[in-house]
């Protein structure tokens, strides 16, 4: 009936949501039994002095003071912005379905039509909580419908008290349970898929910013490259006149051929900073042709048992395109080669192909490919795309597709002796893109 990962029952992760790991305000419980027992005491004088029904009203007020009692010590002992645990949230609510049980006891039972109020703390639960908490208030609900279905005043009625039928009290339990189950079950899987694209999107906004960072520090390197190009070269001209100047048998000689092979050490990093790829791009709209940008994606992702090769469609029509080279483009390129690469037997190709309106790439493998039971919620968080063993979370793809998409790139997956994933764009979206990036 419920169903959750490990990574979801921890509730000690953090993440975007206020409903996650079971933790929830104090104040928005406190509020929602304030409405509850607003309802329950305007009920109860409308009932008693509206329409003149008999019911037991010291008593009924007694069950609404234990409600009201119970929320002023709350309020009262601790922080309205403090976040309750699960144990205390699902204690809350166990307090509230038995409240609310005596309430109904009083009222009639299954005779009362608010009596389909029992079900609201269960819903709460299947919202917050975790399943266990979620399927114990569910008992406690049952066993609490079952006891109303048998002990109970009766209804408050103008005239005979309305006496149900055995058939139809069953009826009701029925319909009642039913509904905690079902309605429980549904809100809480809705809830849970929430909590789980939640999950993924902060992942994919954690691997988004790491990768920023990663282009940040290859801006910062060739930015240091370029400034410190100056004065080493200074500091060569010098060294190559001090070695002009010093003779050869003086003991300075070999500290000077020190600092001139060590100046020449110092040009080969700097020349390597400032030609990294990662230093190329300083920021998210430089541009990089097509085939460049597939290398560089390709690069930190090699492997010395499986051949990755890129190739240019012979059928390309036109001049080669230039594609945005960021954080999205590379890291979404990077985990589908990196997904290709980690289920091929031996070859990845990467074909690329465009034409006078849309570029193509093709990521394709001689791997088991991807299953039928899958390639329809493909791109979804936590759906593995293979079988495979160890861990697999099933966010490669997912984070793929989020970060392509922000490019303007559409994805489609299937199977052609082996997995296959075609990113195309439009050349009018590369054509804003690079307007836009002109402009900034």
């Not at 309430?103 to 009639?108: A, R, Y």
């Not at 006496?163 to 009826?171: D, F, G, I, S, V």
């Not at 001689?366 to 039928?372: I, L, Q, Y």
């Not at 791109?379 to 989020?402: C, D, K, M, W």
């Amino acid at each position: 009936m419920f169903r959750r990962t490990k990574e979801s029952d921890d509730s000690t992760r953090t993440g975007l949501s206020v409903i996650q790991g079971g933790q929830v305000h104090l104040r928005t419980l406190i509020l929602l039994r304030w409405v509850a027992a607003a309802g329950q005491t305007a009920t109860v004088l409308l009932v008693f002095f509206g329409l003149g029904f008999e019911l037991p009203i010291i008593s009924c007020f007694g069950a609404i003071f234990g409600l009201v009692s119970s929320n002023l010590v709350l309020a009262s002992r601790g922080r309205e912005r403090r976040r309750l645990t699960e144990r205390e949230v699902f204690l809350l609510l166990g307090f509230d379905v038995l409240q609310l049980s005596v309430l109904l006891f009083l009222t009639g039972g299954l005779a009362n039509p608010f009596v389909i109020l029992i079900i609201a703390p269960v819903m709460v639960s299947a919202t917050i909580l975790s399943r266990r908490a979620t399927i114990g208030l569910i008992v406690l609900a049952m066993i609490c419908i079952s006891l109303l279905g048998q002990y109970h005043l009766p209804l408050p009625w103008s005239g005979s008290p309305i006496e149900l039928q055995p058939t139809y009290r069953l009826a009701i339990w029925t319909a009642l349970a039913v509904a905690v189950v079902f309605i429980a079950t549904y809100v809480w899987s809705v809830s849970e898929e929430a909590r789980r694209m939640w999950e993924a999107l902060a992942a994919t906004q954690t691997s988004l910013a790491r990768e920023q960072r990663v282009s940040a520090l290859g801006g910062l390197a060739a930015a240091a490259a370029h400034e410190l190009g100056s004065p080493l070269a200074t500091i060569t001209v010098v060294a190559n006149e001090l070695s002009k100047e010093v003779p050869a048998d003086s003991p300075i000689a070999e500290d000077v051929q020190l600092l001139l092979s060590q100046s020449e050490r110092c040009r080969h990093i700097i020349t390597g900073l400032a030609q990294a790829p990662e230093a190329s791009a300083s920021g998210p709209f430089e541009r990089l042709p097509f085939s460049a940008l597939v290398e560089t994606a390709r690069a930190p992702h090699g492997s010395d048992t499986i051949a990755v090769s890129v190739n240019i469609q012979e059928n390309a029509i036109g001049d080669e395109p230039y594609l945005p080279y960021g954080p999205e483009m590379m890291h979404g390129l990077g985990n589908l080669i990196q997904n290709a690469i980690q289920f091929a037997h031996s070859q990845v190709w990467l074909d690329l192909n465009w034409n006078k309106e849309t570029v193509w790439l093709l990521v394709r493998d001689d791997g088991p490919g991807f299953r039928a039971s899958v390639l329809a919620m493909i791109g979804e968080p936590y759906i593995s795309t293979r079988s495979v063993t160890g861990e697999n979370l099933g966010l490669g793809i997912f984070i793929a597709q989020t970060l392509l998409k922000r490019t303007g790139a559409n994805l489609s997956f299937s199977n052609q002796n082996g997995g296959k994933v075609e990113i195309s764009w439009t050349r009018a979206i590369l054509m804003r893109d690079s307007m836009d990036g002109e402009e900034k």
